[in-house]
């Protein structure tokens, strides 16, 4: 067993190596399509989350697979600079995650993956030492029994578990039950609960699951969020956009930094809001992540989208 410091935040998850192609027109079948620019750049969920917080100040672990190739000695120099403390479970021979990622005119972005299975963590990789020294614990679910192991171990220990959700992983359910404030792609609930309306599938995976909140972001429109007794919306920050690769990442970082720093949900969820919207103005899943004056001027100054109306009854939007 290995006796480490306390951290604010652990995270357990994915990293990638992300080739970002900026293009003019997105390709259509059968065509070809010049590009002039093709940039390597460490990202994936958990890894992005992770080194955000960092930079604005919290102590921070992360726990993940590398392989031995170039990629992986991307990421170490990227946590090593960065400060980030690491658990990297090291696979020889072995080739790390890698994301070609194409991001259109609108800096909307598609991206193709790929990751030898050897990868895959186990519950026999971590160790309970490495989760409940920490003050929070974020997880992705990409390696669902990891995650559901570490979540369950911050649980006992009373550490909060944050969630970042995008597919319905075997063994999921009992993630979810795992997690105080689940936060997953827009997507997702009405999918897993198989809910036509958003607002009536956040408040189910609530009910079922027992979370603290639950939560969908919705890209340009912002984000919306169910605490049990009100939801919550808030508008997304209009800015100029390069490219969206690791606007999710850089929101959950958002709101796990006001978390810890005690603000009430209204601000947690708008800080986030302002992270995201300014790491989309850069190419890259951290390209433009900002210091906290520049988010706070941002949500004091910034022009936000007209948003979305919801079809909720008997319950109060909150914004």
């Given at each position: ?9 652990v ?15 997105f390709?259509?079948?059968g ?9 390597v750049?460490?990202?994936?969920q958990v ?6 917080c ?28 960065a ?28 991206v ?13 990789h ?52 795992n997690?105080?404030y ?29 979370c603290?909140?639950t939560a969908?972001?919705?890209g ?13 919306y808030?508008r997304a ?6 490219d ?25 969820l ?22 906290v004056e520049?988010i ?5 100054n ?5 948003g979305v ?10 914004q």
């Open positions: 067993m290995t006796n480490l410091s306390q951290v604010d935040l995270g357990v998850g994915l990293n990638a190596t992300d080739t970002v192609i900026p293009l003019v027109s390709p259509v079948r065509s070809k399509v010049e590009y002039g620019a093709a940039n750049l460490p990202g994936g890894a992005s989350t992770v080194v955000a960092q930079q604005w100040g919290l102590q921070t672990r992360y726990i993940g697979s590398l392989g031995s190739d170039s990629a992986g000695d991307l990421h170490r120099k990227a946590f090593s600079e400060g980030v403390e690491t658990q990297i479970i090291a696979i020889d021979d072995c080739d790390s995650r890698q994301s070609l990622i194409l991001v259109d005119e609108d800096g909307e972005r598609t193709l993956w790929r990751r030898d299975e050897r990868l895959d963590l186990q519950p026999r971590i160790e309970r030492d490495w989760i409940v020294n920490a003050r929070a614990l974020h997880v992705d679910g990409y390696d669902t029994a990891v995650a559901t192991t570490a979540a369950r171990w911050a649980r006992e220990a009373g550490i909060p578990v944050i969630a970042d959700l995008d597919e319905l992983y075997p063994g999921v359910d009992s993630l979810i039950e997690v105080d689940l936060i997953v792609s827009r997507d997702f609930p009405c999918r897993l609960m198989k809910e036509k309306y958003l607002e009536e599938a956040l408040r189910a995976m609530q009910h079922r699951y027992g603290l909140l969908a972001t919705l340009q429109d912002g984000v919306l969020a169910w605490d049990r007794d009100h939801f919550h808030t920050y209009r800015v100029p956009v390069a969206t690769t690791g606007a999710g990442d850089i929101f959950h970082a958002g709101f796990i930094y006001g978390l810890l720093q005690g603000w009430p949900l209204a601000r947690q708008d800080f986030a809001c302002a992270a995201a919207a300014l790491n989309c103005m850069s190419v890259g899943a951290r390209g433009g992540i900002q210091p520049s706070e001027s941002l949500m004091a910034g022009v936000r989208y007209a109306q919801f079809a909720v009854s008997q319950n109060r939007i909150a």
